[in-house]
């Protein structure tokens, strides 16, 4: 899967290196990330994940969660997410246990200028603070930092997955979990509660909670949050009339992980009048599911308020180029039979994924492509056939334009191969990848030139 590194060259002539990645899901390819916390900042979306690692003999808690510091990532179309690099470290804040491991979900918001980044993890004083999760912040000038850590974690909050929302009158709420789900006011100036802490009781009784995640639309207040209804982690949520209840639960935004995924952790945005949802998979550890990947999908309602439930996809969200490497692995729609999805390699599964085709008329859907208005000449493919394939690649539906075919030449390893453009169509298009013969026939991108 295609990577960039863009070079910038500051004011202060000091050289920042940024990994710019593609669209689809997940939307961090080369490293974990988990439980994200997006935000709308000017006209860009930033996420605020935790970094899945893993652990080693030292390093960790073998066959657990395992991390040591936060990155931010961001994007001003959904498509194109540009990794800003570190922010907080766990050797790096003065009250933190250094060989912690334990950077869990964090959350951020802006007030005044002014952004305000919360994380739980563990003490290394446990006279002081004692033992268990609590809470920190970190304030910077801008999104991406540099976040400068408060000397000591919040006061008279234990717990995890700490959540910010601001509500339209100013007042700011915190939120966190530890077995139940509670919150509180917070002051003005972010950094102290401003109120009783509140369990938020009117939730299922029975199963973990944790995860809060709180927004509000057209005067309703929901409070999202995964529950272990059954054996493992499902996205729900409550609906009130105020930021502390009481809540009414409502219903559910995302079934249990058809894999096996324990955890689910996720945010919710709206961001140029649509709504989104911000989650986690184990995309690129799929035997292991303390190794996970953020997603994202788009979200909507019911007329009555009510969500409509969200089901995950490969596709995910934003605009793909044709221009760019589309990597049609991710697919939006596949055929029943003849096409699958597997690793290109299973040693480094961050290059990411492959469509295997065996029989004639298996085929793969990528929807979304924009063609933009300029011609294009050419088809490239990188694909490879032990015994020659044959792709037809057409837009619109199954049946639709013939934009190329491509004669996959005979061999083991992956090929480029590039051909006349047969046919333009401009602006956003589906596109259609179509086995042509029996041949097998293994393809990781197509893009146009």
């Known amino acids: ?32 990330s988990a439980d994200p916390s ?7 979306v930033y996420v605020y ?7 080693t003999e030292g390093k960790g808690r073998l066959g657990w969660f395992c991390m040591e510091d936060y990155h931010v990532f961001s994007s001003d179309n959904l498509t194109e997410w540009t990794d800003h690099g570190m922010i907080i470290s766990q050797n790096k804040v003065p009250w933190v246990k250094p060989d912690s491991y334990s950077m869990w979900a964090p959350d951020c918001i802006e007030r ?16 002081a603070y ?105 996205l729900e949520y409550a609906t009130g009339d105020s930021p502390l209840g009481p809540f009414k639960v409502t219903g559910v935004i995302m079934d249990e992980s058809p894999t096996g995924c324990w955890t689910n952790h996720h945010s919710v945005i709206e961001f140029k009048n649509q709504w989104y949802l911000f989650y986690h998979h184990n995309d690129y550890s799929p035997k292991f599911d303390k190794a996970r990947s953020i997603r994202a999908d788009s979200l909507f309602f019911n007329a009555d308020g009510t969500i409509k439930k969200v089901i995950p996809t490969f596709r995910g969200i934003g605009l793909t180029k044709a221009s760019t490497e589309i990597q049609v692995d991710r697919y939006t ?63 619109g539906n199954i049946n639709g334009t013939v934009l190329g075919q491509v004669n996959i030449p005979k061999s083991a390893d992956m090929k480029i191969v590039t051909v006349p453009l047969l046919k333009y169509k401009n602006g956003i298009q589906d596109l259609f990848i179509i086995s042509k013969n029996d041949q097998p026939c293994e393809v990781d991108w197509i893009k146009f030139e």
């Open 112 to 127: 005044n200028g002014k952004y305000y980044f919360y994380f739980p993890t563990s003490a290394k004083d446990t006279t």
């Open 49 to 55: 994940p935790s970094h899945d690692i893993l652990a």
């Open 333 to 395: 729609m596949i055929s029943d039979k003849g096409a699958s999805v597997a690793f290109i390699d299973t040693l480094n599964k961050f290059q990411g994924w492959k469509i295997l085709f065996t029989n004639a008329e298996a085929w793969t859907q990528y929807n979304s492509v924009d063609f933009g208005q300029k011609p294009f000449k050419k088809i490239t493919v990188r694909a490879n056939s032990q015994a020659g394939g044959m792709l037809q690649i057409r837009v």
């Open 130 to 234: 004692g033992r268990g999760f609590r809470i920190g912040v970190a304030v910077a000038d801008k999104p991406t930092g540099p976040f400068i850590p408060e000397a000591a974690p919040l006061k008279d909050v234990r717990g995890i997955d700490p959540n910010v929302f601001i509500d339209k009158d100013g007042q700011a709420y915190l939120f966190w979990s530890q077995g139940n789900i509670y919150g509180a006011k917070l002051k003005s100036n972010m950094l102290e509660l401003d109120s009783e802490v509140k369990t938020l009781g009117e939730l299922p009784v029975k199963g973990l909670k944790e995860g809060p995640y709180m927004f509000e639309r057209n005067g309703t207040y929901y409070l999202t949050y995964p529950h272990v209804e059954n054996k493992i982690e499902r």
């Open 1 to 32: 899967m295609k990577q960039l590194n863009i070079i910038i060259l500051g004011t202060s002539l000091l050289l920042s290196v940024f990994n710019v990645t593609e669209a689809q899901n997940p939307i961090v390819r080369n490293q974990y």
């Open 38 to 44: 997006a935000r709308v900042f000017g006209d860009r």
